[in-house]
């Protein structure tokens, strides 16, 4: 029996193992925005924050390994018109994001865009789930925001398996106008699913060490 143990741990650690990189992700869209955008620019829009208009360097969500591109040095312009500015006198609320499928989520990446650094995001939390309306979800950090930093800055959350995550936002640095984002994105893998002829195998094991056990009792 402790053979059969020690073999199924060795297959669920090989397991592990089959999972690739995490890659960098732009969330498909925006679905929540009670914080709503500032009036006054080119553009100021929530989908702001998902467009790559600010970056020194674009990265190709879904292919672009994460640790690289955040490490290379990439900065967001910090330019209002390329950056999401929240409704005037709005300094705190949620922005929903929806990945487009489900993902193990485990770090989020954030540009300041403000031009006035008062306005950076200061303090924010994020919260994971696999439904839409988070009937059932799960906090994965809170966490301070970085003001005057225009590259990016990652925020290591709780590994999650999620499609739709919840940016709750404290308020800024003390600017009288908005918050303000430059452009936000995921570290992410796919959601594995067990290899069927490897289900089949720990499900042989299974049965064979009950009947090992049984055997051993009589």
């Known amino acids: 029996m402790k053979f059969i143990n020690v073999f199924i741990g060795f297959l669920l650690l090989s397991l592990g193992s089959i999972a690739q990189a995490g890659v960098i992700l732009s969330a498909n869209s925006v679905i ?6 500032l009036i006054c620019c080119s553009s ?3 989908d702001e924050m998902l467009s790559q208009s600010g970056l020194s360097s674009n ?5 672009t390994d994460f640790d690289t591109f955040t490490t290379s ?20 609320g949620y922005v929903t994001f929806d990945l487009g499928a489900d993902y193990n989520v485990e770090n989020f990446a954030m540009w300041n865009g403000a031009s006035g650094i008062t306005a950076s995001v200061n303090g924010f939390s994020l919260t994971t789930s696999l439904f839409s309306d988070f009937s059932v979800s799960t906090f994965v950090g809170s966490f301070s925001g970085q003001q005057a930093n225009y590259g990016a800055t990652v925020y290591d959350i709780a590994d999650t ?9 404290a308020g800024n ?10 452009d936000v994105a995921f570290d992410v893998n796919p959601v594995a699913s ?3 002829p490897l ?19 009589s």
Do not use: Q
Request: hydrophobic fraction near 35%; proline fraction near 3%; aromatic fraction near 10%.
């Open 73 to 92: 040095g990439v900065t967001h312009s910090g330019g209002d018109g390329t950056s999401w500015l929240s409704a005037s006198g709005v300094y705190s």
């Open 161 to 169: 398996a999620a499609r739709y995550v919840k940016f709750d936002i």
């Open 194 to 196: 067990v290899p069927e």
């Open 59 to 63: 990265y190709t969500s879904g292919v």
């Open 32 to 37: 929540d925005n009670p914080m709503g955008e």
């Open 173 to 182: 640095f003390g600017n009288g106008c908005c918050v303000a984002i430059g």
């Open 199 to 217: 289900s089949i195998a720990l499900l042989g094991l299974g049965l064979a060490g009950m009947g090992f056990a049984r055997k051993k009792r």
């Open 44 to 46: 100021t829009g929530v």
